[in-house]
């Protein structure tokens, strides 16, 4: 009897939203298995025995709860200390197959529970070397063989004496994962659901005193018109604001759907245990005293308990949620702000933040369609809202303010996946230290603070803002406006300066302020003064009322050149604002012709007239500053070109050794070597110079040749091997920056000179140096730098720019998580500022760019695949027009985070520090 590791339990959301924790089998679940087969019915023990049987003997039970977890293994799927699930292989001896069959619990058929334990069971499978998977099953268990079916292995069935034998290989293909995907996000979205969309809530802690939170929950619930039945729950209390209370949920005569808990942080647990017993669907716990103040254990518990009794929770330390849509009508908040309905879904981690937030949004008029503040996102987190968004057919625009991410590569796989049909705009406050200045090599030290969350948001196609008016003004566009086709901008307006602050924030963001159509200028002459403008900006003059606002604003938009349009005021004593906004207003919205471009307002005025503006089908955003209608005019353009452009494929390189790469790391990692400067414990390894060029040419990426030696007469005959002129390189566990200490001689054309810089190399390193490499001396091209480095939060970032000895000096790089589409390695040759040397600067003769992607993208496919490697620095590269040669490589390796199985849904750990 062994023992299993942690990683192979998880709790894990069913297809109707529920939750239930899946587990290895224990001897001790004898008992546990004897109260399922008293709950299974004939049916379902004739389907799975082929027979009827009767009660199991305690030797039969303790066989069956005793596993090796190798070659016989079995999981259960537990629901409130209960199993109501197992499944379990059995080896064929001496084989890579295994035998698998299921039970299921009546009551718990068509929740997806088979198919999610064969995700589970064929991951732990993998692992243990079996390849195949093979069941009989009778041919009326329809229910088993949907599951194989459903799965997306490719399955073999065959019929004979009675029995479906079905066989199938159980390595993750894409149809595969493609079905677990898609499993998980039905399941996830309902879970959401179950949350946002309840038919009954019980408010545990309402309060009689108005201006306490557990009052102001309860009575922003019973004001905003929720749609189904409000149980105030208090412990003495009759009622509270004239409503029936109950002293537990339990005592509740109906069933309760959401439970919120507004009660002291020690009783949290007496809540959730209540609501357990009573069959609550989901939690919203409001009170705080958790992980935000050092009590992870208690979070934890929280957590398990919950998802244990099938339930999911938002929370805890958190303001509530909000459902807008008038089917459910639910405000289960303690803010004075009660959103307006509209189409942006919007989640805050921060729940002080939170109320102003919903303030800002009511100030400008913005709707939500469903708001969460997530506290501590200890269960449900952005991820999960994600999901839920994705298919919420009220929901055009996503808003996050994040504080930390809790599984952000799962948040990267899910937000390209959304922003391709919804906009994500993203508010991140902290710093993700993805490295540091003191790091050993070249990467490391160039991977600043926050450059992991950019390249995940610009990979995902994630509009990130910087503040919170940055956050609602791009919603504005988003939401009201169409997306621009381009990002040539017109800009109107009745005033030259801001116009021309209009324009400068323009061309600093990216858009462009082209001369106008003929056609446009000429429709404008006879619609303005003869004092006016009818360049590109458009000055009306200030004595332009509505009427030459309205033609315009039409001229403008008809013109074919033009892809938005910002329209500015600035109130003159002769013309009414009002009057001018509802010409915007009603050009913008007009049926015919119709317009698809977007148009943004600019009221520099105290009393702008939003409320005009927001009127109507096609209501126009409205900013008070010229520079913040051009910014989020900018990201709406810039999200539109993301989305229009090819997402780019995965990178696949089949001669890619990773076998060979993975046999040199376990070598290194079996015997380290002191780290630069004696290494931390726990930092892994260093590479000597051979193991790292093995490891590039088992990714067959080209270094330049290399002789590593040890005296004056092999460094002799390696310059002869690889050609003069030669460069001397020192080398040594402990020896990094070898320029900056002297380590390197280059331009060594004969033998004297060669021998003589290899003594002064011993002298000046001394012990740091135990040998050194002849290399030929390469010259021409261009240096470029492309490494790895570990995010501890976001794993491996790949990292190109200009390189050298300068490289850290003007740090002129770009930064990408893996894993790398061909897409993500184009969009890294083109980031740097020195990108214009690699094709043809001032008459040079253009780099080998497919060579040199090639080199970027192998070494994507190999930091996304070994996991050990902790840093790679290839610097120099040199691109030349015949080719690409890595000059210089170091890669430290390191034991890997412990992951969980690949292939599996699972929620992430409850209690963990979210970075």
């Not at 004739?46 to 293994?73: I, K, N, S, W």
């Not at 959103?339 to 805050?348: D, H, Q, T, Y």
């Not at 009002?578 to 919205?589: F, N």
């Not at 376990?666 to 260093?686: C, I, M, N, Q």
């Amino acid at each position: 009897m062994g023992e299993y590791p942690a990683r192979w339990e998880a709790d894990v959301v069913l297809a109707d939203g529920g939750t239930v924790h899946v587990r290895p089998i224990r001897p001790d679940d004898a008992d546990r298995l004897l109260d399922l087969f008293h709950r299974l019915s004939a049916e379902t023990v004739y389907l799975r025995f082929f027979t009827p049987v009767g009660e199991p003997t305690r030797a039969q039970l303790e066989h069956l709860a005793c596993v090796d977890y190798e070659d016989r293994m079995a999981l259960v799927a537990t629901l409130g200390g209960d199993v109501v699930a197992v499944a379990r292989y059995d080896r064929r001896r001496g084989s890579d197959e295994a035998e698998v069959a299921f039970t299921v619990q009546d009551d718990q058929q068509g929740r997806g529970l088979g198919t999610l334990l064969l995700e589970h069971l064929a991951a732990v499978a993998r692992e243990q070397g079996i390849r195949r998977f093979f069941a009989e099953v009778l041919p009326g268990n329809r229910r088993m063989l949907a599951v194989f079916a459903e799965a997306g292995y490719e399955v073999e069935s065959r019929l004979e004496d009675g029995l479906v034998t079905v066989r199938f290989a159980i390595e993750p293909t894409p149809e595969a994962r493609a079905r677990i995907e898609a499993r998980e996000h039905l399941a996830e979205a309902r879970s959401v659901q179950r949350l946002l969309a309840p038919s009954s809530i019980a408010v545990v802690g309402a309060s009689r005193r108005p201006g306490t939170i557990g009052h102001e929950v309860l009575r922003n619930l019973l004001l905003g018109g929720f749609s189904g039945p409000v149980y105030p729950v208090h412990p003495q209390a009759r009622s509270v604001a004239g409503v029936r209370a109950y002293p537990t949920v339990e005592d509740i005569p109906d069933h309760v759907d959401l439970a919120v808990a507004v009660v002291p942080a020690p009783a949290v647990m007496g809540v959730v245990r209540s609501c357990a017993r009573a069959g609550v669907h989901g939690l919203v716990v409001i009170s705080a005293g958790f992980a935000e103040v050092g009590r992870l254990d208690a979070e934890r518990e929280l957590v398990t308990t919950s998802r244990a009794w099938g339930m999911r929770l938002i929370g805890p330390n958190c303001m509530g949620v909000v459902n807008t849509d008038p089917d459910v009508g639910m405000n289960a908040t303690f803010s004075p702000y009660a959103p307006r309905p509209g189409r942006v879904g919007f989640a805050s981690q921060s729940g002080a933040l939170g109320i102003e937030l919903l303030a800002q949004a009511a100030g400008l008029g913005l709707g939500i369609s469903t708001f969460v503040s997530m506290g501590n996102k200890a269960d449900v987190s952005g991820n999960d809202l994600l999901q839920y968004w994705e298919a919420d057919d009220r929901t055009d625009v996503i808003l996050l303010y994040l504080e930390s991410f809790g599984n952000p590569r799962k948040f990267a796989r899910l937000a390209r996946r959304v922003s391709r049909t919804k906009p994500i705009v993203a508010l991140k406050s902290g710093r993700s230290a993805a490295g540091s200045r003191a790091a050993a090599s070249h990467t490391a030290a160039l991977a600043e603070a926050d450059v992991a969350v950019d390249a995940l948001f610009h990979q995902a196609g994630v509009i990130r803002v910087h503040t919170v008016h940055e956050l609602f003004e791009t919603a504005q566009v988003l939401s009201h406006q169409p997306l621009p086709g381009g990002r040539q901008v017109a800009i109107l307006s009745n005033g030259g300066g801001p116009a021309i602050l209009a324009a400068d924030a323009c061309e600093e963001l990216g858009l462009a302020v082209p001369p106008l159509a003929e056609a446009t200028r000429e429709r404008l002459r006879a619609v303005a003064g003869a004092d006016a403008s009818v360049g590109n900006p458009v000055d009306l003059t200030a004595s332009a009322g509505a009427p030459q606002y309205r033609d315009a604003l039409a001229a403008l938009l008809a013109d074919a050149g033009i892809d938005a349009v910002i329209v500015i005021f600035v109130p003159p004593l002769v013309t009414d604002a009002r009057e001018v906004a509802a010409a915007i207003r009603d050009v913008r919205g007009a049926p015919d012709p119709p317009h698809d471009k977007p148009v943004v307002a600019c009221f520099l005025t105290r009393d702008a007239p939003g409320d005009v503006l927001g009127e109507g089908p096609s209501p126009v955003p409205w900013f008070r500053l010229p520079e913040s209608a051009a910014r989020a005019l900018a990201h709406a353009t810039r999200y539109a070109a993301w989305r229009e452009r090819d997402p780019g494929r995965p990178l696949q390189y089949p001669d890619l050794d990773l076998d060979g790469v993975r046999a040199i790391v376990r070598e290194a990692l079996g015997a380290p070597a002191p780290g630069p400067g004696g290494g931390a414990a726990g930092s892994g390894t260093w590479l000597s110079w051979e193991q790292a060029v093995a490891v590039l040419e088992a990714a067959r990426v080209p270094v330049a040749p290399g002789v590593i030696v040890r005296s004056p007469a092999e460094a002799r005959a390696a310059a002869a091997q690889v050609g003069w002129p030669v460069v001397l390189k020192a080398t040594g566990p402990t020896l990094t920056h070898r320029t900056e200490r002297g380590g390197v001689v280059l331009g060594i054309s004969d033998e004297a000179t060669l021998g003589a810089a290899l003594r002064e190399l011993r002298t000046r390193l001394g012990d740091d140096m135990d040998a050194a490499v002849v290399q030929p001396m390469l010259g021409g091209g261009v240096e470029t730098i492309v490494g790895v480095t570990q995010d501890p939060t976001f794993g491996p970032l790949v990292l190109f720019g200009t390189g050298g000895v300068t490289a850290e000096l003007w740090r002129d790089v770009a930064f990408r998580l893996v894993p790398l589409t061909d897409r993500d390695v184009d969009e890294l040759l083109r980031s740097p500022r020195g990108a214009p040397l690699l094709t043809g600067y001032r008459g040079a003769a253009p780099v080998d760019l497919a060579a040199l992607a090639e080199v970027v993208g192998r070494v994507g496919v190999l930091a996304d695949a070994v996991d050990e490697i902790a840093e790679l620095d290839c610097n120099p590269v040199l691109a030349r027009p015949d080719g690409v040669w890595v000059l210089d490589v170091k890669i430290r390796v390191a034991a890997p985070p412990v992951r969980p199985p690949v292939g599996v849904r699972r929620l992430r750990e409850p209690g963990l520090p979210r970075a």
